[in-house]
């Protein structure tokens, strides 16, 4: 799986409010899934939908099993962020 791919991906988008705007104006997850996967090709990164979708399924696994937050979560709450992907978590 291309998680650590994703993940910078993801770090990028951190640096981009503009990819922010993006990506929190997305009303359900398919549509996330899919404009990841769009920007990600924009931005010269490659990871198919469903790569995608195992990534943010990581993500909520992380954050469901440990009760914790992950590095990431942690350094986007220390900046302010909002994570957008968790919008759209799976319900448990």
């Not at 914790?68 to 900046?79: H, K």
């Not at 992907?85 to 319900?91: A, G």
């Amino acid at each position: 799986m291309s998680s650590a791919i994703l993940n910078q991906f993801v770090q990028d988008i951190s640096q981009d409010t503009n990819l922010q705007q993006q990506l929190q104006e997305i009303t359900d997850r398919e549509s996330l899934v899919n404009k990841m996967v769009e920007l990600g090709n924009e931005k010269g990164y490659s990871f198919t939908p469903s790569e995608t979708e195992e990534w943010l399924e990581s993500m909520d696994n992380q954050s469901s099993a440990s009760g914790e937050l992950s590095d990431m979560q942690l350094d986007a709450v220390a900046g302010g962020e909002l994570y957008w992907w968790q919008k759209w978590r799976q319900p448990r």
